[in-house]
T-cell receptor
Framework: DSGVTQTPKHLITATGQRVTLRCSPR?????VYWYQQSLDQGLQFLIQ???????AKGNILERFSAQQFPDLHSELNLSSLELGDSALYFC?????????????FGPGTRLLVL | GESVGLHLPTLSVQEGDNSIINCAYS??????FIWYKQESGKGPQFIID?????DKRQGQRVTVLLNKTVKHLSLQIAATQPGDSAVYFC?????????FGKGTRLHILP
């Protein structure tokens, strides 16, 4: 158990809908990272937040947004969902702001868009 | 370009033998590399990392080798056990993000 929790574990929704994925980092970690894992694209970095502020951005679509709250939990919002958004979404956390620290991954949320 | 790849998608190894998983990276600016292990139904788990000022680093039963000349990274697992069965990803850090390779599935033969 990494200490990172993600909810829900599974999510099934329809095209055009909007969903919110939630992540709670390990106690004491200030950074939260979001990743998307699909069969064709592999594991792709989406976005990083550090202590409530956006720190780095990767291949995140404009339809996707995220935020980190004062209690350090984070939410990833996916809107106008398309079939291609079906994937595993992982959140990871680390203590500091640099990516050169060990990231601890949560168990993921499996999203299926029908 | 921004690609990190692995030479073999699947590697089958006899239990007790050593495993070697290879990775090629393409970004010359990368100076930090990581290996992750992902078991079925779980998130990636950090195994070992190496900075570009080193060419070898050892952990518990694992060794990472870095050859910057040919942009090649490898993970060696000693005395492979059934619990090592997983997908292994190499990742590089060319800036402020981590770029993952596609992964190699390690299959342990009894």
């Amino acid at each position: 158990d990494s200490g990172v929790t993600q909810t829900p574990k599974h999510l099934i929704t329809a095209t055009g809908q909007r969903v919110t994925l939630r992540c709670s980092p390990r106690s004491g970690d200030l950074s939260v990272y979001w990743y998307q894992q699909s069969l064709d694209q592999g594991l792709q970095f989406l976005i990083q937040y550090y202590n409530g502020e956006e720190r780095a951005k990767g291949n995140i679509l404009e339809r996707f947004s995220a935020q980190q709250f004062p209690d350090l939990h984070s939410e990833l919002n996916l809107s106008s969902l398309e079939l291609g958004d079906s994937a595993l979404y992982f959140c990871a956390s680390s203590v500091g702001w640099t990516v050169r620290e060990t990231q601890y991954f949560g168990p993921g949320t499996r999203l299926l868009v029908l | 370009g921004e690609s990190v790849g692995l030479h073999l998608p699947t590697l089958s190894v006899q239990e007790g033998d050593n495993s070697i998983i290879n990775c090629a990276y393409s970004n010359s600016a990368s100076d930090y590399f990581i290996w992750y292990k992902q078991e079925s139904g779980k998130g990636p788990q950090f195994i070992i990392d190496i900075r570009s000022n080193m060419d070898k680093r050892q952990g518990q039963r694992v060794t990472v080798l870095l050859n910057k000349t040919v942009k090649h990274l490898s993970l060696q697992i000693a005395a492979t056990q059934p619990g090592d069965s997983a997908v292994y990803f190499c990742a590089e850090n060319p800036g402020d993000k981590i770029i993952f390779g596609k992964g190699t599935r390690l299959h342990i033969l009894p």
